[in-house]
């Protein structure tokens, strides 16, 4: 009867081990770019910046300038700015714009010396300015339509706050409001072509007249060229998709099956032997000949409850042996991860896990164990640093 229950005991053993086998299942990983337009992967901070500069033309509007014909209120302008996209949909941009404003007052500053209507007590006045500003940009196109990386022409809205100041007198600095419309046609991967409308408001006094208006304005309109810097685009968002092999999961379910029925049916086995009658039959005192292999966690010496009930089957055999023979219990770990110290320690940690676990949890007597540990080890068995990680116990 009592072969018959480790006949049993090893059975389910065997099975346990059958059931922790790795199955290699061939799969097949697909990348797939959605087909979302409105969704791009991220892209990193050094990404997506550009350059630009352009010339052109500006209006200045302040109390008086009204009264100038059209032709005679125009001035040149140049801007220059270096910004970031941070989506296809929005960016920033520091820059720096001016030159020169023309106009006519009645008080003399920034006067010329020219009098352009005497009847009306004006004349002409012209100073140097600089605004410099942030702005930030919504490109319109990519908010409604997506993104789209060769699309011919985009429109960008901006909206932003800033500096203006001139240096000539009577010297001025105030804050500017700044709105407008940054149009950029695609000249190819790196450089477009830009049209940059602009609408700027400060307070009067910039101009050098303080009247009703309480702000002047200046429109300022650039043609101009931007360079975009590696990287300029943007990356559709991917999904992974992994399929497997439908026949080698139809196999493995099927031996999970077959093994579940075997489970079962040791267990039967196991209850059944447990329930008879063994008073009368003789044990005969032998030692155990295989030895037991105990694995644990990385970097652990935690003995779970599945190995406690192993080691419980060890202990009675123990017990129901010989009390002349003295078992090994000895401890190993993975000499791939760890420091030699480190080895050392769990090594020894993992041998007085087993051998508390029998001595105190199962009544063995401590003179039939004896402790030793080896510390890091190279794989021992099937090349699998996880084997190497455990405590062997073993007949002397």
Do not use: C
């Not at 910004?83 to 296809?88: E, Q, T």
């Amino acid at each position: 009867m009592r072969k018959k229950i480790l006949g049993v005991v090893l059975g389910l053993v065997i099975s346990s081990s059958a059931w922790s086998q790795t199955y290699n299942i061939k799969k097949d990983t697909v990348i797939k770019s959605s087909e979302d337009k409105y969704k791009i992967a991220t892209n990193r901070f050094f990404d997506n910046w550009f350059i630009g500069a352009g010339a052109g033309t500006q209006l200045f509007f302040a109390d008086h300038n009204k009264q100038m014909k059209l032709g005679d209120r125009f001035s040149p302008a140049y801007e220059f700015y270096v910004g970031k996209w941070f989506s296809p949909s929005i960016g920033v941009r520091a820059a720096i714009n001016g030159l020169k404003i023309v106009g006519v007052n009645q008080n003399g500053n920034h006067g010329t010396g020219v009098v352009y209507d005497a009847s009306k007590w004006l004349s002409k006045m012209e100073f140097h300015y600089v605004n410099v500003h942030a702005d930030v940009l919504f490109n319109m196109f990519n908010i409604l339509s997506g993104y789209k990386e060769d699309r011919f022409y985009n429109l960008s809205p901006y909206a932003g706050l800033g500096w203006m100041y001139t240096w000539e007198q009577p010297v001025a600095k105030e804050v500017s409001a700044n709105i407008g419309l940054f149009n950029s046609f695609r000249l190819g991967k790196a450089f477009d072509l830009t049209l940059d409308v602009r609408g700027s408001m400060v307070n009067e006094r910039f101009g050098g007249t303080v009247g009703n208006r309480g702000q002047d304005g200046l429109l300022t309109g650039a043609l101009g060229i931007v360079y975009k810097f590696n990287k300029r685009n943007w990356d559709r968002a991917t999904m992974t998709i992994i399929s497997y092999d439908e026949v080698a999961l139809d196999a493995l379910r099927n031996r999970i099956n077959i093994l579940a029925k075997d489970n079962e049916s040791l267990k039967q086995q196991l209850a059944e032997a447990k329930n008879a009658t063994i008073t009368d039959i003789k044990i005969e005192k032998r030692m155990l000949a295989v030895p037991v292999l105990v694995t644990f966690e990385i970097n652990k010496s935690v003995i779970g409850n599945e190995v406690r009930v192993n080691l419980g089957f060890l202990a009675k055999v123990i017990k129901e042996g010989s009390q002349n023979i003295v078992y090994n219990i000895k401890g190993y770990a993975d000499k791939g991860t760890g420091s030699e110290m480190t080895n050392k320690r769990l090594s020894r940690e993992r041998a007085e896990a087993v051998y508390n676990v029998l001595v105190r949890e199962f009544g063995v007597s401590a003179s039939q164990l004896k402790i030793t540990y080896e510390g890091g080890t190279k794989n021992m068995f099937y090349d699998d640093p996880k084997l190497s990680r455990a405590v062997i116990t073993m007949a002397e």
